[in-house]
């Protein structure tokens, strides 16, 4: 696992005012990437999905993210599995026309 991924988690917190602030923490992750396969491309496809590749992670450094970045692109998580050997696959598909993301619309 060498190449590095942010998990993002949206957080809330309440200001002086009692103002309630969403914020967007980035947390670190180590993984390895793996390319999409042309089966699982066309699967995917078949239902109107479009992965761009896997990270594999350790699994309990994963916590229900729905977005994770990568070479500073923002990355929806769209399918999980996890492994026999402790670790979690995230397919990841990045976003198009003007679908919401994390931080508004795209």
Not at 42 to 68: D, M
Request: aromatic content about 12%.
């Amino acid at each position: 696992m060498d190449e590095i991924i942010y998990l993002l988690q949206n957080t809330t917190e309440v200001n002086s005012k009692g103002d309630v602030i969403n914020k967007i923490t980035e947390v670190k992750r180590y993984a390895e990437i793996q390319s999409i396969g042309q089966n699982q491309s066309y699967q995917a496809a078949a239902v109107g999905l479009k992965p761009n590749f896997t990270a594999v992670i350790w699994k309990f450094e994963y916590n229900n993210e729905a977005y994770l970045k990568y070479h500073d692109i923002q990355y929806k998580i769209t399918r999980t599995y996890i492994r026999n050997d402790e670790k979690i696959e995230l397919t990841c598909s990045s976003q198009v026309n003007n679908e919401e993301d994390m931080y508004g619309s795209t």
